[in-house]
């Protein structure tokens, strides 16, 4: 279950400590940004570059759903970092994925759902050496029923096609696994660059209604995978070992901000 983050007087209680390691998630309600006056003030917060991306998306969900993606990003890293967040910087990688040029001791990690937005962070990992991290939200709408699996064959390692056949709910294995490979995709960078039968979970045919957490070893790397409900979304973060072991997490803090939180910040700021 996510803790509610209903005002930035809770964002401290979050973040205290040396170490941190959690997931903002903010609901994309479309409703909400339907008023013409709220769109427009939130995206006069954004550099031009992204505004126009935005804006280039066919259907308003869509652009909502980009909108609440990139406030969050700035948020989150404002937040963290205690920096105005007109004065952050990022680059991306090779493949497009985001990063702060001026801080490298945020690692973060950004995912669009169906119904949510959500932002993989770690507070205060070395700033001399970048550290990857990724996120994925997958949505159970995805999966078409077992006469469409062999459409995403491909996808598959043997032992995981198996394994998925096996399954007793089908629906939900397949969206696990694909949260999983997705997540390991935005964690090295490459995204959909990647041949996603190589990334091998081997046979998984459950997944707790709780959530869970895996911890395996990708081309000599070890790395936990923490991954839980939100709504009809799993959300499938990916980190190393390492980091995991430091902030000894049993499970990855999920936080719900509300809309109402990121407009409220953006408008007084």
Not at 48 to 74: E, G, P, T, V
Request: aromatic share 12%; glycine share 6%; proline share 3%.
């Amino acid at each position: 279950m996510a803790q509610t983050i209903k005002s930035l007087n809770d964002v401290p209680k979050v973040i205290d400590g040396s170490l941190w390691a959690g997931t903002f998630v903010v609901e994309i309600q479309d409703d909400v940004l339907a008023d013409d006056f709220t769109f427009e003030a939130l995206m006069g917060a954004l550099p031009l570059d992204w505004q126009a991306k935005i804006l280039n998306k066919k259907s308003f969900h869509d652009r909502c759903a980009s909108l609440c993606n990139q406030l969050l990003q700035l948020f989150g890293c404002s937040i963290m970092t205690g920096s105005d967040f007109r004065k952050l910087k990022f680059d991306k990688g090779s493949f497009g994925k985001p990063f702060l040029d001026n801080d490298y001791s945020l690692p973060f990690s950004m995912s669009t759902g169906e119904q949510c937005v959500a932002m993989s962070l770690v507070k205060c990992v070395s700033p001399d050496e970048y550290q990857n991290i990724g996120i994925d939200i997958a949505s159970t709408s995805n999966y078409g029923g077992k006469e469409e699996l062999e459409l995403f064959r491909e996808i598959f390692s043997e032992e995981e096609f198996r394994a998925l056949l096996r399954a007793s709910n089908p629906r939900v294995v397949f969206t696990y696994l694909w949260s999983l490979k997705e997540s390991y995709t935005k964690f090295t960078g490459t995204g959909l660059n990647t041949n996603l039968a190589e990334i091998d979970f081997g046979s998984i045919n459950f997944f707790p209604a709780n959530g869970t957490s895996l911890n395996i070893t990708l081309e000599k790397l070890p790395l936990v995978f923490h991954s839980q409900w939100f709504n009809n979304e799993i959300i499938t973060t990916c980190i190393p070992r390492s980091i995991s072991n430091n902030i000894n997490m049993d499970t990855s803090e999920l936080y719900n901000i509300s809309l109402s939180t990121l407009i409220e910040f953006f408008m007084k700021n």
